[in-house]
């Protein structure tokens, strides 16, 4: 049973109401997420006046994954890593902007958690105006605290994931979070520079009718996933198709409204597009507390293990009733 919660309380009073829960919390958690608003509060300023301060536009490198890098997204990568490398809980961190890991610098302890994040994803919705995020996920690091963190910290199962949310910055600022007791959403009041309970306890439902893909791959996609979409679309079945090309906006539309995004795998993306570690994880720890289901096509994305901090894969995401339908239909030989 999902702990009740009071509408419009702060995110701070939830993090030290969840942090009181845990009588052997060292409050280490608490400074993590604590960090986690204040570096978001800080993003989403500057998302919000992007086209007033220059910060339109791309740096003229690509990252990592061969990607135009933005200026914001270099921006959100250094502010979430400079807010999270020096309060001594957190031993690493991977990001999607970074090929390899950042350890923890040796002037700060190295704590007691490992983070992962695409600090701004969808950027390249950026110059448009359509919503995009910052996507996290937690683990408990298994070398001894204090120690430098190794890559056997991060290289695990997604099931071994502590705590994953995210962060979409649009018409407003909303934090999804999950910490293992349900989904919580926070709205930020940016009059006040704190986040507010807004959506407690969100729940899917069983089923949904709309389905968000990017039609343009049809021709490349597996032909029982094509026939799968092209039923939806006759008459009387009454669904909708909703895809914005950011993940976190169409992940978010579909939690509060119910819907599944696929993204499989493409002939330019033969792993699929998406990132295991930072994308997939989070997301799909999210979902399962909300109720949900995530595979890639055949396997529960949480019982996936990465080889390497940037591996894809491919994703279906949202309503138990339609993605336990289309891994059915993936999976049959
Ligand atoms: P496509 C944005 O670049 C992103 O990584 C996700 O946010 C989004 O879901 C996906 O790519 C869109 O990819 O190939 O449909 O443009």
Partial sequence: MAQHYDEGMTLHRFIFETTQAHPDA????????????????????????????????????????G????????????IFKNALEHPGVVALIASEEDEEPAYTPERFRSGRYVFCMDPLDGSSNIDVNASIGTIFAVYRRRTPEGSRAELADVLRPGSEIGAAGYIIYGSGTILVLSTGNGVHGFTLDPSVGEFFLSHPNIQLQDSAKTYSVNEGYAASWDPRLRAWVESRKEAGMGWSARYIGSLVADFHRNLLKGGVFLYPATDSSPKGKLRMLYEAFPLAYIVEQAGGMATDGKNRILDLCPTGLHDRTPLYIGNRAQVEEITALLSDR
């Fill in 26 to 65: 060292t409050g280490q958690f608490a400074t993590l997420l604590q960090q986690v608003s204040l570096a978001g509060r800080m993003v989403s300023s500057r998302v919000n006046r992007a086209g007033l301060g220059g910060m339109l536009g791309g740096t003229g490198e690509t990252n990592v994954q």
């Fill in 67 to 78: 990607e135009y890098v933005q200026k914001l997204d270099e921006y959100a990568n250094s």
